[in-house]
């Protein structure tokens, strides 16, 4: 299973029994659905992977961060030349 | 022409995947994990901890017991000296290691008699596999620690770490296994959770030199008593400051991503390779050091009856590049201490060499190497 299909597997599975917010998922659906556009960034795609297997809401809270945040994904999203409107 | 390549125990070639890797957080993504305030910092911590990742998923240990070192060697001193103050504290002052540990074992072992540390050392039989037996009889309350090795980097036998987690289930003893040899090579036996400790290198399986890193599983929610052996920064939870080298990190990491995902192609064509080995050295009379059915498929230590190892060296070295022992000592000329614990003696020492390969190896022109080695013998071709 290529990254990609993975990333759609664990985006969906997070939104619905995990805590990824449902306002995100179509930025990381457009990577997992589109692979065409970033296989030369696919070792971004791997660490946003990660990121949603391992997002946490509270990620930034208490001494050691061992999860990842929104923001953390925000910047994987960035580099793959995703921007959204908010975030401008 | 370059010689074939056979010796992988030594340093692996780097595979493209790792290097191209490398390359992009050494030139291109050259920010501090350690500053993830800026898109820079933020994308090398990142990618730092998807490589920590990837190191966890092949022992299966969680991503927050690894810890990144210089190599196997740190990871070994960082273990052994590091317990030296947990050990002083309780009383528990029994170290155990076997013979045919690596030097950046034996040597920080020794050092800890200095501090009063009591040192028992488990013999191996003739067939370079250590001796369970003698562990049990050795084990007692103030053991601190128990350090085997995963696979023997000089005959590539497989230790039987399941055989010694069974002797450790109800002691108390922290095991640690260097596991520079056998990390990515063999998945299942450091697997057994109760393992506490795991020294892994970076260039023994594909990746860059100067990287490694320490497995330090949690017991009972806790991880084993380290102390640092170096002071500044707090990197690595403490226990290893300074500023993470991202570019090798990364090429850590990718290298044990493509093990977990290459691992039975790669241990096939290491098969296939070894057959025609010893197909090839068959006729020759060779003598095998270790139990060919317990070792890597990509090791063989071997004697050439009548062929002293550095001629051996000097007169293939266009054919076939390999050592006569461990890279860490090749270079003197004391005979191995690994082969003497095995039993081994007399001109089969002097004639001992040791041949490791990978699925990278080329294809080696073995009727012409049976030819020198015959000549060699004084016989005819």
Redesign the interface.
């Known amino acids: 299973m290529s990254v990609f299909e993975r990333l759609a597997k664990a985006t969906l599975r997070e939104n619905q029994n995990g805590e990824i917010p449902d306002y995100i998922v179509p930025h990381l659906l457009e990577v997992a659905q589109h692979s065409e556009n970033y296989t030369d960034r696919e070792w971004v795609v791997e660490i946003l992977l990660m990121q949603v297997e391992d997002y946490d809401t509270y990620a930034e809270s208490g001494c050691c961060k061992t999860a990842f945040s929104i923001e953390d994904i925000y910047t994987s999203l960035a580099r793959l030349g995703i921007k959204m409107d908010f975030w401008a | 022409m370059m010689p074939a390549y056979l010796d992988c125990n030594a340093t692996t070639p780097v595979e493209k995947e790792v290097a191209r ?1 490398v390359h ?1 957080f050494l030139v291109e993504e050259f920010g501090n994990p350690a500053s993830p305030v800026h ?1 820079y910092g ?2 090398a911590r ?2 730092v ?2 490589a920590r ?1 990837d190191v966890a998923a092949l022992v299966e240990a969680q ?2 017991e690894v810890i990144f070192t210089s190599g196997a060697t740190e990871s070994n001193n960082l273990v052994l000296l590091g317990f030296a103050e947990a050990g002083l504290n309780s009383g528990r002052t029994h170290i155990i290691c076997s013979a045919i540990e690596h030097k950046a074992v034996l040597e920080p072992v020794e050092s800890l008699k200095g501090l009063g540390f009591k040192v028992t050392i488990l013999p191996v039989d003739e067939n370079g596999v250590v001796c369970v037996e003698a562990l049990a009889e050795a084990i007692r309350p103030e053991t601190l620690c128990v350090s085997i090795m995963h696979v023997n980097n000089e005959t590539g036998v497989v230790q039987p770490l399941d055989e010694v987690v069974k002797i450790l289930d109800e002691h108390h003893a922290w095991l640690h296994v260097d596991a520079a040899q056998g990390f990515g090579k063999e998945l299942e036996l450091l697997r057994l959770s109760r393992i506490d400790l795991i020294s892994i290198s970076g260039h023994k399986i594909f990746g860059p030199k100067g990287v490694g890193a320490l497995v330090r599983r949690r017991r009972d929610d806790e991880y084993p008593p380290l102390k640092p052996l170096m002071l500044g920064g707090g990197q690595e ?1 403490g226990l290893r400051p300074g500023t993470l080298a991202a570019h090798s990190i990364v090429g850590l990491g990718t290298a044990a991503r493509i093990a977990l995902r290459d691992y039975d192609a790669r241990r096939e064509a290491c098969l296939t390779f070894k057959n025609e080995l010893l197909d090839a050295l068959g006729s020759l009379e060779v003598v095998v050091h270790g139990d060919l059915q317990r070792t890597l498929p990509n090791t063989i230590n071997l004697s050439i009856p009548g062929v002293e190892a550095h001629s051996a060296l000097s007169s293939l070295k266009n054919l076939i590049a390999f050592s006569n022992g461990s890279a860490c000592t090749a270079h003197t000329q004391e005979p191995s201490h690994v082969l003497q614990a095995m039993g081994v003696k007399g001109r089969l020492l002097d004639e001992a060499i040791r041949l490791s390969w990978c699925h990278l190896t080329d294809k080696v022109d073995w009727p012409q190497v049976c030819s020198v080695i015959r000549k060699l013998r004084g016989g005819s071709e």
Request: aromatic share 0%.
């Open positions: 890797e992009r898109m933020t994308i990142m990618a901890e998807k990742r991503p927050d939870q």
